[in-house]
């Protein structure tokens, strides 16, 4: 690909390693703490930029919310040459001993949101890049976070599978999460399956970082002003698990 087709850029324009995000906003604490960042691209909102950290060329791409579009940033991104992607983002609690403020690094995840069946039957796994997630679990530990590592599970109903707008819906969510529970699920978000399983196929490095932010059946959320400090640190972890990792892709496509 010469040039893509949504982000409208070409492969001079990123670097290998990529974190995609869900919030255009959080694009702006990664450009804080980034070395010669510049704006590649801001075409349908998904801001894009590329910069370095620690010397190592980073690019971080948002995506808004979902795996539909997730995906097409994710592919794009891989036909320009991306051979790393993180997925640095917000999950809810599944775990009743997950402590919100804490973060998530997915082993896995349950394929539970429909996009990544146009990829690959169910039978699929969904699965973390190894070495990717030794990385994190490497920072993550030498700079002292709160941490678990674990299956989390993605869906597409924010409101009708995760997060129960009304009371009707409320018994039926306490039931799928009483569910991931006994399966052993820790987590849960609406992308990480997706990415794991397409950027598998696609031949690129592919991780998820979570920071758990909502309680889901309780329906709390952290505090404005620790989530505003837990959103910098996931930014700081991301960036520096992610400089640190390899980039030699799992596969080379045919």
């Known amino acids: 690909m010469t040039r893509a087709w949504y982000l409208g850029i070409s492969p001079q324009d990123i670097a290998e390693r990529c974190i995609l995000v869900g919030d255009p906003?959080?694009?702006?604490?990664?450009?804080?703490?980034?070395d010669d960042a510049r704006l590649v691209s801001a075409a349908r909102g998904?801001?894009?930029?590329?910069?370095s950290f620690a010397g190592t060329p980073v690019t971080v791409s948002a995506f808004g919310m979902g795996s539909p579009i997730a995906l097409v940033?994710?592919?794009?991104?891989?036909?320009l040459g991306a051979r790393t992607v993180l997925r640095a983002g917000t999950a809810m609690t599944v775990a009743h001993d997950l402590s919100l403020g804490s973060f998530v690094v997915a082993e896995g995840a349950m394929r539970g949101e429909a996009t990544s069946a146009t990829y690959a039957p169910l039978g699929y796994p969904a699965v973390a890049d190894a070495v990717l997630n030794a990385a994190l679990e490497t920072t993550l530990t030498q700079r002292g976070a709160p941490f678990r590592s674990g299956i989390l599970a993605s869906y597409d109903g924010f409101y009708s599978e995760l997060f129960a707008s009304d009371q009707e819906r409320r018994a039926a969510i306490a039931s799928r999460?009483?569910?991931l529970r006994r399966l052993g699920v820790i987590a849960a978000d609406m992308e990480t399956s997706a990415l794991l399983v397409v950027g598998r196929l696609l031949g690129v490095r592919a991780g998820s970082l979570c920071l758990v932010s909502v309680?889901?059946?309780q329906r709390t959320a952290l505090a404005p002003e620790q989530r505003q400090a837990r959103e910098r640190e996931l930014v700081e972890l991301a960036l520096a698990a992610i400089a640190n990792a390899p980039t030699t892709p799992q596969r080379e496509l045919d």
């Open 25 to 34: 906003g959080r694009v702006d604490l990664f450009l804080e703490r980034m």
């Open 46 to 51: 998904l801001r894009t930029v590329t910069g």
């Open 73 to 79: 940033v994710l592919e794009e991104l891989a036909a």
């Open 177 to 179: 999460f009483a569910e």
């Open 215 to 217: 309680e889901g059946e």
